[in-house]
């Protein structure tokens, strides 16, 4: 072997030992985003906010001393995409000690594949068959590995049927109230269609058949038409804003008098000042206790970690955003258990979403809304805040000044706390 090979197989050898070194200082995070799939419209703002979170981590010295490696990657809402991306992350070369996730169609699809091979995944979806670790409900598999930050999507869709119900007897109108809902025939949407069914009999609607239209933006009269002659009284719409906002503008074309029901992710900032006035007094649940700029001490917190990709602190960041540091949050404080608990392995990182209760992250007060995880119940909440979003003008222009202003108002409504009923778990 001549010198030079010898000093090239050297270099070789450094170089593969520094790379495992670096790889054993630093902690593999996966994370999905959609950035360009059916739901990006919504997707993109908490990507960012879990992609600032990380970053404002590592500035601050990490996990124990270790960076974050965040291995972050758009999928387009593709379920196809998310599972090979994962067999990436799950791979013995590789492991990651935790997901940040996304959409339902794929957390749904990976919960399996989570259990055993003990990756916890803290997703953007609520579906309620994630919220059983043990699957002692009957209602879906065990999902041991599945966290999320908020209230179920099933249990958002009682307490806005619980408020309706209560808005129907306060206005004093005759006969049983009708309920549609309505979204795209998809595992998102379709999440709490038969939790929120049962519960409007039980209440006393006339369910009327569900109304479908895509998740992607459309011309939906022929939708709005139906729902106009249906007589419908209250609307689920299940979908992600771009899409809702659609549907909000024809039917007020159409001239349908209804009560709009929004989901977590059907209605926002950004949605309000596309649909205009026709966004004005839709109800629909806040995962956070404040919105950008909230008079919350947590919110500097908040304008520290939008710095990250922000320096100038113009940018106003919608609701999804501040619910993304809050859930990145909590799995930086699990991490931290871990990594004092026998090290950041995705077990030991499930496991410290046990160590607390009714917690908010550090830093956070009056902006997260406390939560508990247990062994044998992943809803970290059961209390749902209810908004209704307010439009009095034109929504062209900044959305910093169409808030500053008052043009655009997320007014609270009320705070539902739900029973822990045993019949309503899982589903």
């Known amino acids: 072997m001549t010198i030079r090979s010898l000093l090239s197989s050297v270099s070789v050898a450094l170089l593969i030992s520094s790379a495992a070194a670096t790889a054993q200082a630093q902690i593999a995070i996966g994370h999905l985003q959609d950035l360009s799939g059916g739901t990006s419209d919504v997707g993109t703002p908490y990507g960012q906010g879990v992609a600032d979170t990380f970053a404002w981590v590592n500035k601050n010295g990490g996990i124990g001393g270790k960076q974050l490696n965040v291995d972050s990657n758009d999928y387009g809402y593709q379920v196809p995409r998310a599972i090979a991306l994962y067999k990436k992350w799950s791979a013995p070369d590789g492991k990651v000690a935790a997901i940040m996730g996304w959409g339902t169609a794929d957390t749904e699809a990976l919960t399996g594949f989570l259990a055993q091979d003990k990756i916890p995944d803290i997703s953007g979806s609520y579906a309620a068959a994630l919220t059983d670790p043990e699957g002692t409900s009957g209602k879906a598999k065990p999902a041991p590995y599945n966290f999320f930050y908020g209230p179920s999507y099933s249990d958002s869709m009682r307490a806005m049927l619980t408020w309706a119900a209560e808005d129907w007897k306060a206005k004093g109108k005759p006969g049983k ?194 939560s508990t995880w247990t062994e044998k119940d992943h809803r970290p909440t059961t209390k749902v805040d209810l908004y209704r979003s307010k439009v009095s003008g034109a929504t062209d222009g900044d959305i910093n000044d169409l808030m500053g202003k008052g043009t655009i108002k997320l007014e609270k409504v009320k705070t539902v706390d739900l029973p822990r009923k045993p019949e309503w778990f899982g589903w």
């Not at 998809?186 to 409007?200: D, F, I, S, T, V």
């Open 177 to 370: 109230p009708k309920f549609v809902h309505m979204g795209a025939n998809h595992p998102y949407p379709n999440a709490p269609k038969a939790a929120g069914e049962a519960l409007a009999t039980e209440l006393g609607f006339e369910v009327l058949p569900p109304l479908v239209f895509a998740l992607s933006p459309g011309d939906y009269s022929a939708q709005c038409l139906s729902l106009k002659s249906s007589g419908a009284n209250y609307a689920y719409l299940g979908n992600t804003a771009a899409s809702n906002i659609s549907v909000l503008k024809a039917c007020k074309t159409a001239g349908v008098d209804v009560q709009f029901l929004g989901n977590v992710w059907g209605m926002d900032e950004n949605a309000a000042k596309t649909a205009g006035d026709a966004a004005d007094g839709v109800i629909f649940p806040l995962r956070t206790a404040v919105s950008w700029g909230g008079n919350a001490p947590g919110m500097k917190t908040v304008m520290e970690i939008s710095k990250m990709s922000d320096p100038s602190g113009k940018v106003y960041r919608p609701v999804h955003y501040i619910a993304a540091v809050c859930s990145a949050l909590y799995l930086k404080e699990a991490l931290d258990w871990a990594a004092k608990n026998g090290g950041a392995t995705g077990e030991n990182v499930a496991k410290g979403f046990y160590q607390k209760k009714d917690w908010v992250p550090a830093g956070m007060d009056g902006v997260c809304n406390p």
